[in-house]
């Protein structure tokens, strides 16, 4: 008996000693359990982070590929890639290079009179020479033609060297430049955003309306202010840039140049070698950028009104010099007073002129108006003057006293004005709009010159494909403009009416 209770001591013995062991196993057991999942769910989140950055590796790789592998239409050999997006073009597939193709169609159909309703009267506005029986000029012109036909061929080399120039087939040019010829060209560099150079032929900076393309304009062309005042395209040498000034971003442009409306095809031996100047300042106000003024139309329906300012100035000297090249370039024309009937007439200079411009203009949901008004200075040389044939009034009629004795017009100095002011609204946002203009043109100790204008677009595909008539009163016409289709009976009233078809691709 006491054996087996000596036995059962002892075996209850060990069971006490070696409970706390076990227990102790089974939790450390447990522990190194609980570690082993922790670093089990470590390796599969890196594993996880590894397969989604090796599939991020393979997609970029790809694109890479597919960025480096021949688009449709593309030379392989050379990099080079051609497709259309609003316009043809050619390009390198670093877009370092790239040569742009635009053209410019405007079908016109023009229907004109004068208030010559017994055609008594010569262009001029003179009375037919005595014995003429062959009386005076149509008073009324019907035609289509081909007012603009151009090819523009421009882009960039190395990105910031940009050219462009243009090539024209206007139907109803003068004579020594019908067909095909270079009309404009272009070549311009921007070493920073506030300082840039451009050279080459064409608008000078002078005006809004004229700096503004043809492709653009509210009315079928520009006003009657605009022809007397502008200095068309000029040969020269061009500062621009724009300057940030916090939310006023003002752009400017100053131009070196041969001579105001030197003509394109002189030679060296015949161009003047007195410079002329022009510098014109934008200033766009209201949260706006010159490009919300780029069309005269608020083709972009804004929804928040924008402003912009515009200042110009331009000075020419037009006298004949005496040096060894020859140089000549009477081709500047201004209106003066004709002491013969006391009424206007044209004048190449032979002098000095100043010309000073400014201009507003503002846009709002589909409403744009447009205000520009001019002043013209002329220092007249009288021995130098001559007369301009543009109503072909050569050594007869009104013109007859003044080369008897050799008085062409009446003073000196002249100060002369002018104005635009023109407005458009769509009925239909983006595809129909109403416009009217009135300019006025007052010459110094004369008769004034007024322009009465109203019209319609419709846009098909914005500027790109534009139907557009407008009809227009002119009670005295001062100039003979071939563009606006100004053609008439000097210092006669003139009614137009005009339809145009507009075509760029």
Known sequence: MRKWFTVVTAGVLVLLWSSPAVYASETDTQAQLQALQARVAELEAQLGQTDYRQQNAELVNEMVQESQSPAFGAAADTGLTAGYDKRFFIKSADDQFKLEFDTRLQFRHTYSMTDDGDNSIEQDGT????????????SSASGFELERARLYLKGHVLKDLKFNF??????????????????????????????????????????KQETTSSARQMMVDRSLANEVFNIDRVTGIELFGSLNMGDVKPEYHIMLFNGLQNTNDLPFSETDNSPGIATRLVIPMMGATTK????????????????????????????????????????????????NDGRSDIYELGGEVTLFGIDLAMKSNGLSMILEGFYQHVDADCGELVFEEDFGSAGTGRHTAELLTGEIIDGYELDNYGWVAQCGYFIVPEKFELTSRISGVCVDSTNDMYEYAGGWNYYLAGQDLKLSMDLTYIDDLPISSSSPNFEGVQNNSLFMVRTQLQFQF
Do not use: C, W
């Not at 272009?186 to 064409?202: A, C, D, H, I």
């Open 292 to 339: 919300d003024f780029a069309n005269e139309s608020d083709l972009e329906g804004h929804e928040n009104a924008v402003a912009q300012l515009g200042m110009s100035f331009a000075y020419g000297n037009d006298r004949t010099e005496d040096h060894f090249a020859d140089g000549e370039s009477d081709s500047y024309e201004f209106l003066g007073k004709n002491i």
């Open 127 to 138: 009375l037919p020479a005595l014995g003429d029986t062959d009386g005076g000029v149509d």
């Open 166 to 207: 243009a090539f024209d087939g206007d139907d109803d040019d003068s004579s020594d430049k019908v067909g095909n010829f270079l009309y404009t060209y272009e070549l311009s560099y921007n070493f920073m955003p506030e300082m840039g150079v451009k050279l080459g032929r064409y608008k000078g900076p002078f005006g």
